[in-house]
């Protein structure tokens, strides 16, 4: 069965610091991993894929096949990144069902 | 452009009592249909998903039922809600096929009481 675990409800990072929010998943074929955020007041929204290899508003995410991870990261933080994270994974079965991981919370701190 | 409406977007209803969203997608055909929710502390969980009119699959058993009477329209129900109803319920929607992006609603807000 399909897991994403999002260890961290919430992470809090002063502006300019590095940011990395984690993220491991259990599946037993070839995932395809998503990044989504929620901003406030905003719709649930794709920030990133795996598959897409680009870097979106400065964050960039690498798909780990051996630690199974596929942690979000930004150099520098800034206070329009706060907002709520979450790390999906859909699988190959299933007509593109995504599964969530519980979110992450990140506040910036000016 | 595609469009994706649900409503309503707060709701508090009885215990016992029905329950209805709707959630409509325009500028798009044939689209993958979802239903998800969010409990409190809980991450979002996949409820329901359509590939077409009257096919509706269910991941988790529950109070809950979906429906697709046309091609860009998504429908949840019960007939009897359940305190543990209560959370924030997401439709979205798809390009048909496997992996494409999904893109979700407002959302809508539904309270047990």
């Known amino acids: 069965a399909q897991r994403v675990t999002q260890p961290e409800k919430l992470l809090s990072v002063f502006k300019g610091a590095p940011v990395e929010l984690k993220c491991n998943y259990s599946?037993?074929?070839?995932?395809?991993l998503f990044w989504y955020v929620q901003y406030s007041r905003q719709r649930l929204q794709l920030l990133l894929r795996h598959i897409s290899r680009e870097s979106i508003k400065g964050f960039t995410a690498d798909l780990n096949k051996g630690e199974t991870s596929f942690h979000l990261k930004k150099p520098f933080a800034q206070e329009e990144d706060s907002a709520m994270y979450y790390c999906?994974?859909?699988?190959?079965?299933?007509?593109?069902?995504?599964?969530f991981g519980t979110g992450t919370r990140l506040t910036v701190i000016p | 452009s595609q469009t994706i409406h649900q409503w309503p977007a707060t709701l508090v209803q009885p215990v016992g009592s029905p329950l209805s969203l709707e959630c409509t997608v325009e500028g798009t055909s044939n689209p993958n249909l979802y239903w998800y929710r969010q409990a409190a502390g809980r991450g979002l969980q996949l409820l329901f998903y359509?590939?077409?009119?009257?096919?509706i699959s269910s991941e988790v058993p529950q109070n809950l039922s979906a429906s697709r009477p046309q091609d860009r329209q998504f429908i949840l129900s019960s007939k009897k809600l359940l305190l543990s109803d209560s959370g924030f319920y997401l439709c979205a929607w798809s390009a048909g096929g496997e992996r494409n992006t999904i893109y979700f609603g407002e959302g809508s807000w539904l309270t047990v009481v």
């Open positions: 359509s590939v077409g009119i009257g096919q």
């Open positions: 999906a994974l859909s699988g190959t079965t299933g007509a593109n069902n995504l599964f």
């Open positions: 599946y037993s074929g070839s995932p395809e």
